[in-house]
Nanobody, 126 residues
Framework: VQLQASGGGLVQTGGSLRLSCEAS????????VAWFRQAPGKEREFVGA????????FYAGSMRGRFTISRDRAKNTMYVQLNSLKPEDTAVYYC????????????????????WGQGTLVTVSS
């Protein structure tokens, strides 16, 4: 599975971006697909994940309400809408896929994911 993340860029505080993660090589069917982010000098952080089979979505508590995950099955693509962005949201955002359905407690663990995209940089200016 190859994952291609896109949609990052430079945005002002309070702005919005939509990131995309498209899979090639196989579909997301039966997978759990997630977004993580890593800010400079910090650990990689879970943003949210979706179980492709039933569309159930998990969010990191701090992201809930500002970030919204969605998918387009026909395009084999997952999205995250980032709203009300803050400078502390500046990070490289990665999509990742596990070729199985993860339980909620596992979905936030980066070691559970076998496939990773190259990341897309989001920079929020103050």
């Amino acid at each position: 599975v190859q994952l291609q993340a896109s949609g990052g860029g430079l945005v002002q505080t309070g702005g919005s971006l939509r990131l995309s993660c498209e899979a090639s090589g196989r579909t997301f069917s039966g997978s759990t697909v997630a977004w993580f982010r890593q800010a400079p000098g910090k650990e990689r952080e879970f943003v949210g994940a979706i179980r492709w089979a039933n569309g159930q979505i998990f969010y990191a508590g701090s992201m809930r309400g500002r970030f919204t995950i969605s998918r387009d099955r026909a395009k084999n693509t997952m999205y995250v809408q980032l709203n009300s962005l803050k400078p502390e949201d500046t990070a490289v955002y990665y999509c990742a896929a596990a070729l199985r359905t993860l339980i909620q407690s596992s979905a936030s663990t980066d070691a559970e994911y076998e496939y990773w995209g190259q990341g897309t940089l989001v920079t929020v200016s103050s």
